[in-house]
């Protein structure tokens, strides 16, 4: 085998995530398919035995366990449940490649293992959300992020589904193969490279936690009009409530008035369309009730630069 091929061993678990796993292999797959034969990539288990996803198709491995290539990226892929169950055979693996010096990625809940073994520990993650209450429980000291992916790390991680071919699509960006990353897109009908800034679509329940009932209907109305903005006395209106009253609640739950959640709200979910590079930036000002200037100079002001600036940031280099 060649020395400068990059090899990617895939490690699943009971239980692991199919579109995730098969979303990373995919993009390696089409690859090798135009000619990147320096891409490799193999499959293993703990017990070199089938292992079986959360759909309940059962995958085979190709790769015994005690024998990864020397310089493999080791993958770990895993599933819902990794939060409840403990795999000390599979942490003890991570610690020894580690040590070994296999750089090692984590993808879905394999993020949870990668905590688990410790070596998350002062590094920022990309995990699920339905795995970062166990995380900010149970390991603190990892830095979590509702990022789709995390690319550029020591331990490169995403939060699972299709991250995981913008994750892989990512990598080959960044080693400079950026005809080869839009070729593969256009194959596996990917609409457009997505940007390791972009977050997770959140539920409704964790974007902006409380349990207060009135707050709660207040950022449910937001969220349902944020192109054609509420002032914030209607939005007290509806609930019945003063504008004073709810500007309370606000700064009571949040230590923001209602009038900047509302803003970053409505920005937010503007800056996915900012970074997702497809259509003009007066277009989504407009979208989003703004006048261009008043865009980015609110833009700028929630995110730290301008508009046009944060979509150029981290677009792939030209080649």
């Known amino acids: ?3 400068d ?7 699943i678990e009971t239980g692991f995530t199919m579109q995730a796993f098969s979303s990373a292999i995919e993009v390696l797959r089409v690859a090798r398919k135009l000619g990147a034969d320096d891409f490799a990539y193999q499959v293993a288990s703990l ?8 759909n309940g198709i059962s995958v ?21 449940g990794a939060d409840r169950t403990t795999n000390p055979d599979l942490i003890a693996k991570l610690r020894l490649w580690n040590r070994q010096g296999h750089p090692i990625w984590a993808i879905s809940s394999g993020v949870v293992r990668l905590a688990q073994a410790g070596l998350a ?7 699920h959300w339905e795995d970062i209450t166990y995380l900010k429980e149970h390991h603190p000291e990892v830095e979590i992020s509702t990022r789709l992916f ?12 299709g991250a995981a071919s913008d994750l892989m699509l990512d990598f080959l960006s960044r080693s400079g193969r950026t005809e080869l990353v839009e070729e593969i897109a256009s194959r596996l009908m990917i609409d457009g490279v997505r940007d390791g800034r972009l977050s997770q679509s959140l539920p409704e329940q964790m974007r902006y936690a409380t349990a207060n009932k009135t707050v709660f209907a207040a950022i449910r109305l937001m969220e349902a009009n944020t192109f054609d903005a509420l002032s914030i006395l209607e939005i007290a209106r509806r609930l019945d409530i003063s504008q004073r009253q709810l500007e309370r609640l606000f700064n009571a739950e949040f230590g923001k008035t209602p009038a900047i959640v509302y803003a970053e709200l409505r920005l937010g979910e503007a ?6 590079g497809r259509r003009p930036l007066i277009d989504i000002a407009l979208d989003y009730g703004y006048q261009p200037r008043q865009f980015s100079k609110s833009y700028r002001k929630v995110f730290g630069l301008l508009p046009s600036d944060d979509r150029k940031a981290n677009q792939p280099p030209v080649s």
């Open 1 to 3: 085998m060649a020395s």
């Open 5 to 11: 091929r990059t090899h990617f061993v895939f490690v």
């Open 47 to 54: 017990d070199d035995a089938p292992v079986a996803a959360s």
């Open 60 to 80: 085979l491995p190709d790769c015994p366990i005690t024998d990864l290539p020397r310089h493999a990226i080791v993958v770990i892929v895993s599933g819902a």
């Open 121 to 127: 520990d002062g590094a920022r993650v990309a995990a």
């Open 150 to 161: 995390i690319g550029n790390a020591r331990h490169p991680t995403c939060s699972g589904g």
């Open 271 to 276: 800056r996915q369309e900012v970074l997702a």
